[in-house]
């Protein structure tokens, strides 16, 4: 998925869940260096290492989304170009590993999830942040795009396949939680958002369905003052292993 698009509008398009990375961080507590994969504009990278006090190392293959980041004002960060499935690191360097929305944009899930066990150290954590499959189910915009929730169903690892893949990487202690948030959005803010295409699958999608998907969208809430009631379902699935 090419997000060099993306990178100037992404914060914008898509803000940061403070619940979320607020669950993610208690399961971070006490980590000193820590490894943000996929980091994006950087913007979890900073709150780790402003909230933990940890020296954090943002990768990501996106040249623009990095540069986002490096143009952020954080205090012990540093970045590096890289993909999740070769990451430029010795083994065993962190005490913690983190990847949000990531492993369904790798070309090998196992080989990303290998990489970031590698570079764990015997007794680290590692959290990973994906949606639950009931999520394509409930978006707001499936509705509008016939093709999305097949899509993402199929580009998605499920819950299980994630820990299938820490326990084999040899991961014991595996625990999965479902993190649910109903929101109420501005209909203009959704068509912003879908017209800036914010999320990737909407880059997946045919010309034709995605342009048709957005004409009805903008015709059903053109007159539409009230808010549009939004429901997301995230996977939180976090490991250690022991010595």
Do not use: N
């Not at 998925?1 to 971070?28: G, I, W």
């Not at 009931?134 to 820990?163: M, Q, V």
């Not at 299938?164 to 958002?193: C, F, K, M, Y």
Request: aromatic share 6%; glycine share 8%; charged share 30%.
């Amino acid at each position: 998925m090419e997000f060099a698009a993306m990178a100037a509008r992404y914060d914008e398009l898509r803000p940061a869940s403070t619940e979320l990375a607020d669950l993610t961080l208690a399961e971070l507590t006490g980590c000193r260096r820590l490894l943000d994969v996929g980091c994006g504009t950087g913007r979890f990278s900073a709150l780790a290492a402003e909230r933990l006090g940890a020296r954090v190392w943002g990768v990501d293959p996106s040249p623009e989304m990095l540069a986002q980041a490096r143009a952020r004002p954080a205090t012990g960060c540093g970045w590096k170009l890289a993909r999740a499935e070769r990451l430029p690191f010795k083994d065993g360097w962190f005490d913690a590993v983190h990847a949000h929305l990531v492993l369904h944009l790798v070309d090998s899930m196992p080989r990303a999830v290998t990489e970031m066990l590698r570079v764990l150290g015997g007794d680290g954590r590692i959290a990973i942040v994906s949606f639950r499959p009931e999520h394509f189910d409930r978006f707001h915009l499936a509705p509008y795009f016939p093709s999305l929730t097949g899509i993402d169903r199929a580009r998605f690892p499920t819950p299980a396949e994630i820990e299938t893949q820490l326990r084999a990487g040899g991961v014991e202690r595996v625990r999965e939680s479902a993190i649910h948030r109903r929101l109420e959005l501005d209909p203009e803010i959704v068509l912003e958002r879908v017209r800036g295409r914010y999320i990737s699958t909407l880059h997946l999608l045919d010309e034709d369905e995605y342009q048709a998907g957005l004409a009805r969208l903008e015709r059903d809430l053109a007159q539409r003052t009230a808010k549009l009631p939004v429901e997301l379902v995230w996977s939180l699935t976090v490991g250690g292993r022991s010595t």
